[in-house]
């Protein structure tokens, strides 16, 4: 499991760390010796505390916890958005004993969404100038109207330097 891009980290009932692996070192900054022993609030911002609490409770009555993203602080302080998943350890006897959590950093691809969302967002709000003949301009309220049918607004340049437009009252 040490190539694994997962962390990997297993909790007693209460909370504290039982195992730590290589790629949880890599994403949290915690060595194993570090970690192992202390709280999971070494990795949880306090506004996610309850959260945590939330999922102990899930695990302690036997119930699996979906995937789910949240954040998590790594040692140097930074918050990372992680992908997680929850399941309870359970005894030979069928007893839970604690949890193993299996958590992706998905940072940068949710700062790669956020980009593409806001480079999209971006596109949308600039209208879009399509020249005519004899001095007319159209003009769309955004990119894709014009293959999408809406119908554009003529702006006409009768003399050089003069324009008249007339935007829809639904601008």
């Known amino acids: 499991m040490s190539s694994c891009d997962d962390a990997i980290i297993g909790e007693d009932l209460n909370g504290t760390i039982t195992s730590w692996d290589h790629s949880a070192e890599r994403i949290f ?13 070494l990795i949880v911002p306090s506004e996610r505390l309850q959260e945590e609490e939330d999922v102990l409770a899930r695990i302690r009555a036997g119930q699996s916890v979906d995937h789910y993203e949240t954040i998590r602080r790594t040692k140097n302080g930074q918050l990372v958005q992680i992908a997680l998943t929850v399941s309870p350890l359970k005894a030979s006897d069928g007893t839970v004993m604690g949890e193993s959590k299996i958590a992706r950093d998905v940072t940068a691809a949710r700062q790669l969404e956020r980009r593409r969302h806001h480079q999209q967002g971006s596109r949308r709000r600039h209208p ?6 004899r001095g007319a301009l159209r003009l769309y309220r955004r990119r894709g109207h014009r293959q999408a049918g809406e119908h554009p607004h003529t702006i006409s340049a009768p003399r050089r330097g003069a324009c008249n437009i007339a935007p829809p009252p639904s601008w």
């Open 29 to 41: 900054g915690y060595t194993a010796k570090e970690a192992i022993g202390q709280s999971i609030s």
């Open 128 to 133: 879009i100038l399509e020249s005519r003949s």
